[in-house]
């Protein structure tokens, strides 16, 4: 479904949209560029103390290309992770995990030093000629990323580190799948030094500008998600500036992953087009919204972690946790691989360490009544509830059916109906 999607976005009215887009990416990148040289410094600190910046200045990019020896062309995925560790989303990251930190990572869900961090971020390849030592040039679709200096070189125990990050080394689990039959035989550790970003239809802002759009001094509280936002993804983030934990002021970042997840999913830049005009549908001044390239590993409670620290280099305070976050289901027989509040439960736990505190999502459930309210105020009050499945959804869109306003925005109907019907 998702390589239908992605050649159907290739439309005349996906083109036209793209090009508006280009030109709303020029201004936002000009609008960024004002607010990140003001950013202002009371916001919480990243992980580790200080935010990474590894993009070399622009007058030593072409020694620093030229010292390659040797070439990796990066999958989508790779691309996702060379672009954080540029830009500092992984912080204190400055490159590739060796083969002690991955180890490290993989059984105790730690650096080598202590730090805590959810899962390992590794490069793969299968060139056996890459020697430690060398430099190699990461590339991407033709666009020089960085230059990695090899310190290690390792084959990882990859059934270990689908056991231990992802529960299960079952083949059923889009990770184990991933990381099994996706990844090349090595993994090449080491420090990373960018030459540029990948080019992208849509923005990634980096750390430092988001953080140069929040307010200073006020909690910032995370939504993340990967899927078109409806209109109960909008009740919970929005509610959840009410938390008895947040203060006042606070604004919610919208941050959406818009790097590949799993392969029924609605392509990234779909699900950018949805956000965009969502955006300028609600124009809520307490919501900010950022994309993320990040690829998502559907990793259960180790990928919450992952998740937060990412969030908290971004500047972000708390981060909403909902039910079965990351989670998977078995590709066979349908059952899933996580408990439905593992990731809440695991991420409370670490929060106090990470410095950030989590806001679990409310059960929220749509009323003839009294329209949106919690599910334990729907059932002690005996409101009547609606509901439409996923399922149901995705036929009706197909179909040209009407979609209740309750359920969806009118501007992200139709958005995807435009791109799965052109």
Same mark, same amino acid.
């Given at each position: 479904?998702?390589?239908?999607?992605?050649?159907?976005?290739?439309?005349?009215?996906?083109?036209?949209?793209?090009?508006?887009?280009?030109?709303?990416?020029?201004?936002?990148?000009?609008?960024?560029?004002?607010?990140?040289?003001?950013?202002?410094?009371?916001?919480?600190?990243?992980?580790?103390?200080?935010?990474?910046?590894?993009?070399?200045?622009?007058?030593?990019?072409?020694?620093?290309?030229?010292?390659?020896?040797?070439?990796?062309?990066?999958?989508?995925?790779?691309?996702?992770?060379?672009?954080?560790?540029?830009?500092?989303?992984?912080?204190?990251?400055?490159?590739?995990?060796?083969?002690?930190?991955?180890?490290?990572?993989?059984?105790?869900?730690?650096?080598?030093?202590?730090?805590?961090?959810?899962?390992?971020?590794?490069?793969?390849?299968?060139?056996?000629?890459?020697?430690?030592?060398?430099?190699?040039?990461?590339?991407?679709?033709?666009?020089?990323?960085?230059?990695?200096?090899?310190?290690?070189?390792?084959?990882?125990?990859?059934?270990?580190?689908?056991?231990?990050?992802?529960?299960?080394?079952?083949?059923?689990?889009?990770?184990?799948?991933?990381?099994?039959?996706?990844?090349?035989?090595?993994?090449?550790?080491?420090?990373?030094?960018?030459?540029?970003?990948?080019?992208?239809?849509?923005?990634?802002?980096?750390?430092?500008?988001?953080?140069?759009?929040?307010?200073?001094?006020?909690?910032?509280?995370?939504?993340?998600?990967?899927?078109?936002?409806?209109?109960?993804? #909008?009740?919970?983030?929005?509610?959840?500036?009410?938390?008895?934990?947040?203060?006042?002021?606070?604004?919610?970042?919208?941050?959406?992953?818009?790097?590949?997840?799993?392969?029924?999913?609605?392509?990234?830049?779909?699900?950018?087009?949805? #956000?965009?005009?969502?955006?300028?549908?609600?124009?809520?001044?307490?919501?900010?919204?950022?994309?993320?390239?990040?690829?998502?590993?559907?990793?259960?409670?180790?990928?919450?972690?992952?998740?937060?620290?990412?969030?908290?280099? #971004?500047?972000?305070?708390?981060?909403?946790?909902?039910?079965?976050?990351?989670?998977?289901?078995?590709?066979?027989?349908?059952?899933?691989? #996580?408990?439905?509040?593992?990731?809440?439960?695991?991420?409370?736990?670490?929060?106090?360490?990470?410095?950030?505190?989590?806001?679990?999502?409310?059960?929220?459930?749509?009323?003839?009544?009294?329209?949106?309210?919690?599910?334990?105020?729907?059932?002690?009050?005996?409101?009547?509830?609606?509901?439409?499945?996923?399922?149901?959804?995705?036929?009706?869109?197909?179909?040209?059916?009407?979609?209740?306003?309750?359920?969806?925005?009118?501007?992200?109907?139709?958005?995807?109906?435009?791109?799965?019907?052109?």
């Amino acid at each position: 479904m998702a390589q239908q999607l992605a050649t159907r976005v290739r439309t005349t009215s996906a083109q036209a949209r793209s090009r508006g887009i280009v030109r709303k990416t020029k201004q936002f990148a000009r609008n960024v560029k004002v607010m990140a040289s003001a950013a202002p410094s009371a916001l919480t600190p990243p992980h580790g103390g200080k935010l990474v910046d590894l993009m070399v200045a622009e007058d030593k990019k072409e020694a620093v290309r030229a010292s390659a020896t040797k070439t990796v062309a990066l999958s989508d995925r790779n691309a996702c992770d060379v672009e954080l560790l540029v830009v500092g989303g992984f912080s204190p990251l400055e490159g590739f995990l060796n083969e002690e930190d991955y180890n490290s990572v993989v059984e105790t869900m730690r650096l080598t030093n202590g730090t805590i961090l959810g899962l390992p971020v590794v490069l793969d390849t299968d060139d056996e000629s890459i020697e430690v030592g060398d430099k190699v040039l990461l590339s991407y679709e033709g666009q020089d990323l960085a230059v990695l200096t090899v310190d290690s070189k390792y084959k990882p125990n990859k059934p270990l580190e689908a056991l231990k990050c992802y529960g299960t080394s079952s083949l059923e689990h889009p990770g184990v799948q991933m990381i099994s039959m996706e990844r090349g035989k090595y993994y090449i550790g080491g420090k990373v030094e960018g030459l540029g970003l990948p080019k992208r239809v849509f923005p990634c802002a980096t750390p430092k500008e988001v953080r140069a759009m929040l307010p200073e001094g006020k909690d910032v509280v995370a939504f993340q998600c990967r899927n078109p936002i409806h209109r109960a993804h #909008y009740e919970l983030f929005t509610r959840a500036l009410g938390a008895e934990n947040v203060g006042e002021g606070a604004v919610c970042l919208v941050h959406p992953t818009c790097g590949p997840t799993q392969d029924d999913d609605i392509p990234g830049i779909v699900r950018y087009h949805t #956000y965009e005009v969502l955006k300028e549908e609600v124009d809520n001044p307490q919501v900010r919204w950022a994309y993320l390239p990040y690829s998502m590993h559907m990793a259960g409670p180790r990928e919450a972690i992952q998740h937060m620290i990412i969030r908290k280099n #971004y500047g972000c305070t708390h981060f909403i946790i909902g039910r079965d976050m990351a989670g998977s289901k078995s590709c066979l027989s349908g059952e899933d691989f #996580y408990g439905a509040y593992d990731a809440q439960d695991f991420a409370k736990e670490h929060a106090p360490e990470l410095g950030m505190q989590t806001v679990p999502s409310l059960n929220i459930a749509y009323t003839k009544e009294k329209g949106y309210v919690t599910a334990d105020v729907a059932k002690a009050e005996n409101l009547t509830t609606l509901s439409l499945s996923g399922t149901k959804f995705r036929k009706m869109l197909r179909s040209g059916e009407e979609i209740p306003d309750w359920f969806a925005f009118k501007s992200v109907v139709k958005v995807l109906r435009e791109e799965t019907t052109n």
